[in-house]
């Protein structure tokens, strides 16, 4: 999984590659949010997930750990763009609404 950070005003966008699958990376990936959350006071995160691949469980819980980075952090949180599988993972876990897919 690779990650990119381009803060754009009052938004901070993070687009999003490759399979979700936890470990290392889904770590370098907290980090990395939480500095870019305390860097500026963003009011909304937008993660673009359209080129995200395979999503297990741990990069489901990558992002629900995201989401509450952004809401203690004060921003609104939105998935944008999920691809079939992870849309299909939102939807039988009842979490396309939290996460604001889109």
């Known amino acids: 999984m690779?990650?990119?950070?381009?803060?754009?005003?009052?938004d901070l966008?993070?687009?999003?590659?490759g399979d979700l699958t936890?470990?290392?990376d889904a770590m370098k990936f907290a980090v990395e949010l939480r500095d870019e959350l305390a860097k500026s006071r963003f009011e909304r995160v937008e993660i673009d997930a359209s080129d995200v691949g395979f999503v297990n469980?741990?990069?489901?819980?990558?992002?629900?750990?995201?989401?509450?980075?952004?809401?203690?952090?004060?921003?609104?949180?939105?998935?944008?763009?999920?691809g079939n599988q992870l849309q299909h993972l939102l939807e039988i876990t009842k979490l396309t609404e939290i996460l604001g897919a889109v």
């Open 22 to 24: 936890g470990g290392a």
């Open 57 to 82: 469980s741990s990069g489901l819980g990558m992002l629900l750990a995201a989401r509450q980075a952004a809401l203690e952090h004060g921003a609104e949180f939105r998935l944008n763009a999920p």
């Open 13 to 17: 966008q993070i687009s999003l590659s």
């Open 2 to 10: 690779t990650s990119t950070f381009q803060p754009t005003g009052a």
